[in-house]
């Protein structure tokens, strides 16, 4: 049982450069979710999922965007990358939202120069 | 906006002391959860609480929820290098998502 795989681990892009974060659950979950975290802040959400074909804003949503067309799949695209996008990105998964708590992927470390 | 403040942020300690970590907040949370991240990888789930007063151990930790579900603890015991990384409380809202404190980075030396 995988849980929630991301793709790529790393990657550097430079400044106007665009990319796709990939995120998997083999988990069957309804819920899914992209923070970023960066130093002594914590996790911030971009984007969240209720199902398939249903998502919505979190906190810091700009410069990104997402699509759930499969319950398994939410990839998250940036667009014309930023430095200020530079942080470790998680996608997580639950099954019923947020009370009993998420299953994270590994993360993907991400540097826009 | 409801926000979990954490304290400390940095812990740095000898292997065998004891240590809390502090999560604090002015708002109700339905449930708290604690997460324990290693470097380079995802936060991991240790501990939910969801009854106000409820108290969880998980063997030498011990989690604590507040009795009013505004605020929770997380103590170790005769702490262990082992036990080293950054740990990040988590309480689901108003909207059913998860809020993250800023997070606690412990230091454990042997």
């Known amino acids: 049982n995988a849980g929630v795989t991301q793709t790529p681990k790393f990657r550097i892009l430079k400044i106007g450069q665009s990319m796709t974060l990939q995120c998997t659950q083999d988990m069957n979950h309804n819920y899914m979710y992209w923070y970023r975290q960066d130093p002594g802040m914590g996790l911030k959400l971009i984007y969240y999922s209720v199902g398939a074909g249903i998502t919505d804003k979190g906190e810091v949503p700009n410069g990104y965007n997402v699509s759930r067309s499969t319950t398994e799949d939410f990839p998250l695209r940036l667009e014309l990358a930023a430095p200020s996008q530079t942080s470790v990105y998680f996608c997580?998964?639950?099954?019923?939202?947020?009370?009993?708590?998420?299953?994270f992927g590994s993360g993907t470390r991400l540097t826009v120069v | 906006t409801q926000l979990l403040e954490q304290s400390p942020q940095f812990l740095s300690i000898q292997e065998g002391e004891n240590l809390t970590v502090y999560c604090n907040s002015s708002s109700v949370f339905s449930s708290l959860q604690w997460y324990r991240q290693e470097p380079g990888e995802g936060p991991v789930l240790l501990v939910t609480?969801?009854?106000?007063?409820e108290v969880k151990k998980l063997k030498r930790l011990t989690f604590q929820f507040g009795d009013a579900r505004k605020d929770s603890s997380l103590h170790i015991t005769a702490a262990q290098p082992g036990d080293t990384g950054l740990y990040l409380c988590?309480?689901?809202?108003?909207?059913?998502?998860?809020?993250f404190g800023q997070g606690t980075t412990l230091q454990v030396k042997p």
């Open positions: 988590a309480g689901a809202g108003n909207t059913g998502k998860l809020i």
């Open positions: 609480v969801v009854t106000g007063g």
């Open positions: 997580a998964s639950s099954s019923i939202q947020g009370v009993y708590g998420y299953t």
